[in-house]
């Protein structure tokens, strides 16, 4: 039997089982260590933080008789609020650490100005994101 290949849910299953692994990490803040569980996030939950973020992206696409003029979309067909943009992006960042670290996301927008970064560039380290993943981690990188 164990030379049998798995059939593709148990494949499924046992790659899965991977997002409950938990890691320690440390975070120094105020001139002190605290240590917190996390875990990395999983596809879906990364898809979900995609849709927070675009949220306020609202597309123009030119119609003409009812068909779409225009198949590409380029810069000056998207209208940003950056108020809001950024306030959502805020909101991905808030929601990743939340999964990550299994807790209610209100937790996360009570803390000290300033943890929250620190503990979002950890979600983003045992995530194995990168800035193709969530326009947020540009930003955190671009403001560092």
Do not use: H, W
């Amino acid at each position: 039997m164990s030379g049998l290949p798995m059939n593709n849910l148990e494949t499924l299953r046992k790659l899965s089982l991977g997002k409950d692994d938990k890691t320690t990490v440390k975070i120094t803040f105020e001139e002190e260590d605290y240590e917190f569980e996390m875990r990395p996030l999983t596809d879906g939950e990364l898809t979900r933080l995609q849709a927070v973020e675009k949220k306020p992206l609202v597309f123009k696409i030119g119609m003409q008789n009812g068909k779409r003029t225009s198949v590409q979309t380029n810069l000056n067909d998207v209208d940003v609020n950056t108020g809001e943009f950024t306030e959502a992006q805020n909101e991905a960042m808030y929601t990743a650490i939340s999964l990550s670290l299994d807790v209610p996301i209100e937790n996360i927008k009570t803390l000290p100005a300033g943890l929250p970064r620190l503990l979002f560039e950890q979600v983003i380290n045992i995530s194995k994101l990168s800035d193709d993943d969530l326009t947020v981690i540009k930003s955190f990188r671009e403001n560092k």
